[in-house]
C-alpha cells in the first residue's frame, strides 16, 4: 500500500515536489497558490505553515498538460501513487484500472494511524478553494454506518475484530465546514437517500490514493463493479479500521466522526456546500447532507492532499479524466466481442467535455455506431474525435491535427438531432436544456486504397540518411536529452540502456 506519506517521498525523490515553509494561510494563499502551480504545470506542493494542524499537499494526483513536451504526463503521479511508477504508460494505467474493477482480496484489519484528538474542523487549517474563504473538503472519503449500509449495529465496537470487511463501503466528499464542528457535504445520491438524521458517518482525509480511487470508481457510472476496498486493495494492501461508523483505510491522515443532521433535499435542494463542484460530481447524481463532527482525530504532523478545484488540470479533474477514461475503455472494448479501441481519453485540458478515442475502424459506418455508443455509456462530454491507432495517447496536438487533415468538415462532422441531454461536463447549457452532440471522423476511411492514404511523414523517411546523421551527431554535441534511436552511429547503447523513446 502506498499512503500519502509514502507519496511524498517519491515526488521527492523524482524531483517533482515543491516545499514552501513560509506561511501560506488556509483561508486565502494556499488555494492561490496551488492553483497557480496548477496552471504553470508545476511540481506538486506541500505548504508546510498553512496557519493549521495540517501541511496542505496540492498537485499529488494531478499533473502537466499535454501541450507540449513534458518529461511528466497527467497520469505520471497518480500512476506513482497506485504503485505502477511515474514512467508508466497511459494504456498501463488504463489496463490497471480496468482490471481493478473485479476487486481484489478482502482487506486485513488494522488500528488506525490517527491517534491525537484535535479541537475542531477548523484548526485543522483545511483550504479554502472558493471566494467565500469557508475552508474546504476534497478529495474526501466517506464511509456510513453499518445501519446505512444495510447491516449491523450503528454504534459497533472500535474492536478491530469487529469489522466484517466485506461489508465495508467507501464513498468519495465534497463540502464546506460551516463553525467549528458543522458539515455541509456533497454525496452520491443513491447512498444519501439511505442515511437518515441521527446516523453516524465516518469521514477521512489524506488516504491512501487507491483508496479514493476505489471510492471514485465505485460510484461513476454502473455500479456493476467491485466494492471500492476491494478495489483499492488490487493496487496493494489498503488494511481497514473501525470507527463508530463504517471503517475507513487505516493509514488515513484525518478521522472525523459525525452524525448525520439532515439532507438538504426539497425546498433546500439548491443549499449546496460553500465550495466549487468536484469533476466526479458531474459523472454521477449527488445529494447533500449536513452533518455535525463529534470526533476528529489526527495523525502526528498530517498531510491533507487537496484539490485547487477550478484550476486547469487540478487533482480532481485529471483524477477523474484518467478513471472515467479507464471505464469507458473496458466498457468499449468488450461491447462487441472484440477490441478494436486501442486507448481512449478524457483530456483534463479540455475540462472532460470531448473524448477522444482511437480505435480500429472496423468496417464503413463503425466510427459513427462507436460515437453513439460512447455517448450511451457516459453524461459528462457532447463531443467525441474518432482518431486513428498509430496516434498517441500523450500527442494531444497531434490528435487535434487530425481533425483538420483527416476530417472534411462536410462528410465527417456529423451532428445529432437538437434533442441530446446537456452534457455536465462543459460549462455551457447548464439550464439542463438539449441541444445537440457531435463527432468528428478524424481516421482514414477503411474503403480507401492505399495509395490514397498519405504517408505518415517522420523524421527517418523523410530526410536522407547523410543528413539524418548530420542532425544527429548535432544533437549529442549540444547535450539534448533524446533517445538511443537519435544517437549517431557508433554511440547508440543497446536495448537494456533504457533511453527514452
Partial sequence: MLGVRDL????????DLARIDERTHWADTAFAVSAEAARANGPAVLLTDAGGHARLLAGGLGGPDRLAVRSRDPWSRLGAALGLGFDAGYLDVLDALVAARHGGPVPAVESAAATETVSDL?????????????????????????????????????ASDAVDTNAVEWFPVRGSVRGSN???????????????????????????????VGAIMRWVGETQVAGAPAIAN??????????????????SEVLVEATITGRADGDDAGRAPETRR?????????ATVEARAERVTVRENPVVPFSPTGAPMADGRVL?????????????????????????????????????????????????????????FSRLFDKIVVLDTETRPMDLARAFDDIWVKAHPANDWEFSDSAAPAASAPYYRQDGSTGANVYVNAAWDPRWDEEFIAPRVTFETMYPEALREAVRADWADMGFDHGDEHEPRGQRGDATDGGDE
Fill in 278 to 286: 468536484e469533476p466526479w460530481e458531474d459523472a454521477m447524481a449527488t
Fill in 320 to 376: 477523474l479524466s484518467v478513471i472515467e477514461a479507464a471505464r469507458l475503455y473496458g466498457r468499449v472494448n468488450n461491447y462487441w466481442g472484440v477490441a478494436p479501441v486501442k486507448w481512449l481519453a478524457l483530456p483534463a485540458e479540455t475540462g472532460l467535455g470531448i473524448c477522444l478515442v482511437a480505435s480500429e475502424i472496423l468496417y464503413a459506418g463503425f466510427e459513427w455506431q462507436l460515437a453513439n455508443t460512447l455517448f450511451s
Fill in 234 to 251: 488490487v493496487f496493494g494492501p489498503v488494511p481497514v479500521a473501525s470507527t463508530a461508523a463504517g471503517a475507513v483505510p487505516a493509514e
Fill in 122 to 158: 477548523r484548526s485543522l487549517g483545511l483550504p479554502a478553494v472558493s471566494d467565500t474563504g469557508v475552508p474546504s473538503v476534497t478529495l474526501g472519503l466517506g464511509a456510513p454506518s453499518e445501519t446505512a449500509n444495510g447491516g449491523g449495529d450503528a454504534d459497533n465496537e472500535r
Fill in 182 to 212: 458543522g458539515l455541509r457535504l456533497s454525496v452520491p445520491a443513491e447512498l444519501a437517500a439511505d442515511v437518515a438524521a441521527g446516523t453516524t458517518v465516518s469521514f477521512a482525509l489524506g488516504t491512501p490514493p487507491a483508496a479514493l
Fill in 8 to 15: 511524498l517521498d517519491r515526488l521527492d525523490d523524482a524531483d
